[in-house]
């Protein structure tokens, strides 16, 4: 049998020191890579001139196409050069010495998705991400440790070990979804699919800790709008397209009146955002970027 081989997927947006730690960390792997890719998504900050002096990344250099358009790219481009598993990641992420070793030592499912357990790097004993299932949470790390696997939870692209053979079948992440709700869409289309998804507690992955994305203040709250947009393609994907679309329309529906009905400063700016995504999803319309957001747009101009 051919001996398995591992290419790291790392894409990055102008957080050069972030970006510095994270490549120290997969160098550090007491199970060797054999290439690391790093998207760089046109950052600004020094990242190109930093990275060119470095001989042993793999660099692909783009527009900035959001984490959706950064995974697509890299995960292509790793796939096509033939490694059996593409380890993926953001460039604000830091892996333990040993966390590539202990996904690939894990239980043997043939091709799927494993993940890293995503530790907040401010607070060691509580996940980056919260999980609440109907049966059980995972809010601490002690939530999760001594379990082998966990079926169904995973934070993509957080560490996340995704097999060529799951590529095959299901393709890239979609670039149009641009950020907030890609990484759902590619799990929940890979576990359509019946590929097993599950989070390997004994490698660990440091992040920083989720934050309450309704609560973003403006201007940066835009980026919920990509968040509710891209939630008609997880629903149709776990539902079917019918019934998928529906549940989106019903959801998006009731939250788009909440956030008229809420407490917060700019509460007319997110009722605005949220109807129009829901609007453009349920229109198809997945072509609009940060610039051309319409309700950006209009605080911008109210704002100057």
Not at 285 to 300: A, W
């Amino acid at each position: 049998m051919s001996k398995e081989t591992v290419a790291a997927v790392l894409v990055t947006y102008n957080r050069l020191a972030d970006l510095k730690k994270c490549v120290d960390t997969l160098r550090e792997q007491t199970r060797p890579l054999e290439a690391i890719f790093v998207i760089n998504n046109g950052s600004t900050d020094g990242t190109e001139e930093w990275l060119a002096t470095q001989p042993d990344l793999r660099v692909t250099t783009q527009a900035n196409l959001g984490g959706a358009g950064g995974f697509a790219t890299g995960l292509d481009t790793a796939y096509r050069a033939g490694y059996t598993w593409l380890w993926c990641m953001d460039d604000d992420c830091l892996a333990a010495p040993d966390a590539l070793a202990n996904l690939l030592n894990s239980p043997n499912l043939g091709p799927c998705i494993k993940n890293s357990m995503s530790v907040s790097v401010n607070s060691r004993d509580e996940l980056a991400f919260f999980v609440d299932r109907p049966n059980q949470s995972y809010r601490k790390v002690s939530d999760m440790e001594g379990l082998d696997l966990i079926y169904g939870v995973a934070s993509f692209f957080n560490g996340t070990l995704v097999h060529s053979g799951v590529v095959e079948a299901i393709g890239v992440p979609d670039k149009n979804l641009f950020i907030w709700g890609d990484e759902v869409e590619y799990m929940t289309r890979a576990q359509k699919m019946g590929f097993p998804v599950v989070t390997v507690p004994s490698s660990v992955f440091y992040h920083p800790a989720s934050f309450d994305r309704d609560g973003i203040p403006w201007p940066a709250a835009w980026k919920q709008y990509y968040a509710v947009r891209n939630q008609r393609r997880v629903l149709q994907n776990q539902f079917g397209n019918t019934l998928g679309r529906v549940l989106f329309a019903s959801w998006a529906t009731k939250a788009t009146f909440q956030q008229a009905m809420s407490k917060r400063q700019n509460r007319f700016y997110n009722f605005l955002l949220y109807g129009e995504a829901t609007l453009d999803s349920l229109t198809n319309n997945f072509r609009k970027r940060p610039d051309t957001i319409k309700t950006l747009q209009l605080y911008k101009r109210n704002h100057k």
